[in-house]
């Protein structure tokens, strides 16, 4: 897994163009259990990879008179034999400048905004941290990401992950610029830490960090 995300990684500095050739490669790993390729195709889509599309061919069914189209069936999430192997959607991308990645990366940052968290103290370990709280599908995603250090976010110490139910967790490091200590709680028991480098220490790999078994909190502590 290690080799395999290196050399996407030196692969991806060397690209000008990536071929996206049907829906089958991007449909069919569900992000729960494929969060690296999930994530490099959404990044890939939304542009924060450093690639902007600049072709799509489709070949959707049509109904025609005097040689004109006068209707047309856009039918990708059809069954996948019918679109992936008759007619698929081909994307083509070609790399951004090198300022409009860094230019996408910095927009990232600026519409990150902790001022709507909630804050709550934790004792953990015989240690109180002043934690931000992410209690929702779009603050879980979002985590720590961009946070340089504990001054980024107030002062506070980190971040707690307040979920409803239990059940195995895992967290990866994209664009987790900070070294972090993760601490899996279930019915406010700690069954394990692990320690996330930043993405930077980590070459630019993505990695995930998962809990030893069912969680329902997670607490990232900036060190």
Do not use: C
Request: a neutral charge.
């Amino acid at each position: 897994s290690y080799d395999l995300q290196m050399g996407l990684s030196e692969a991806l500095k060397r690209a000008e163009y990536i071929i996206v050739p049907s829906r089958r490669i991007f449909k069919n790993h569900a992000a729960t259990e494929y969060p690296q390729i999930a994530s490099y195709y959404a990044d890939l889509f939304s542009g924060d990879l450093g690639f902007e599309k600049v072709v799509e061919f489709s070949s959707y069914p049509q109904i025609k008179f005097l040689g004109k189209t006068i209707i047309e069936f856009p039918d990708e999430n059809a069954e996948e034999t019918w679109t992936v192997f008759d007619h698929p959607v081909i994307r083509i991308y070609k790399k951004a400048s090198k300022l409009k990645a860094e230019n996408l990366k910095l927009k990232a940052q600026d519409n990150f905004d902790f001022n709507t968290y909630k804050t709550t103290n934790y004792q953990l370990l015989a240690t109180n941290y002043h934690l931000l709280v992410a209690d929702s599908p779009e603050k879980w995603e979002k985590g720590l990401m961009f946070v340089k250090n504990k001054q980024d976010i107030g002062g506070l110490d980190g971040m707690i992950f307040a979920f409803p139910d239990s059940r195995p967790r895992s967290f990866w490091n994209k664009n987790t610029v900070s070294d972090l200590k993760l601490y899996w709680i279930d019915k406010k028991q700690v069954l394990g830490t692990s320690d996330m480098p930043s993405i930077t220490k980590m070459g630019g790999i993505i990695s995930t960090f998962s809990s030893p078994s069912h969680a329902d909190t997670v607490i990232e502590i900036i060190k």
